[in-house]
């Protein structure tokens, strides 16, 4: 049974820098198309960025992260990156990464996925 695990979460002050992990257990992540999910306080899960299975340059990333945050896979390692650079407040709250199936466009509608991770926190505060 695939299970997840997101790691790299932590407090950074805005502008800062954050580099997000997901890996799996029980499966490999490499037949999936992974999904980066966040929700913040209050505030409905939103999809932040995807990435396919087949093709690790197609990528979709929702505007207000377009230019500061990157997803990648790195299939030797079983690992899908988040890179979070020029981080603001608004950024704040928990990360989920989601495996959904053999796709080559991924999507950021969270019914795409069937496979959650526990979440890991961002917090962007001075």
């Known amino acids: 049974q695939l299970q997840l695990v997101e790691s790299g979460g932590g407090m950074v002050q805005p502008g800062g820098s954050l580099r997000l992990a997901c890996t799996s257990s029980g499966g490999t992540l490499t037949t999936s198309s992974i999904g980066w999910f966040r929700q913040a306080p209050g505030k409905e899960r939103e999809g932040v960025s995807c990435i396919s299975t087949t093709d690790a340059s197609s990528t979709t990333s929702v505007d207000s992260v377009k230019g500061r945050f990157t997803i990648s896979r790195d299939y030797a390692k079983n690992t899908v990156y988040l890179q979070m650079n020029t981080l603001r407040p608004e950024d704040t709250g928990v990360y989920y990464c989601?495996?959904?199936?053999?796709?080559?466009?991924?999507?950021?509608?969270?019914?795409?996925?069937?496979?959650w991770g526990q979440g890991t926190q961002v917090t962007v505060s001075s």
């Open positions: 989601a495996a959904g199936g053999f796709t080559a466009y991924c999507s950021l509608v969270e019914t795409s996925y069937n496979v």
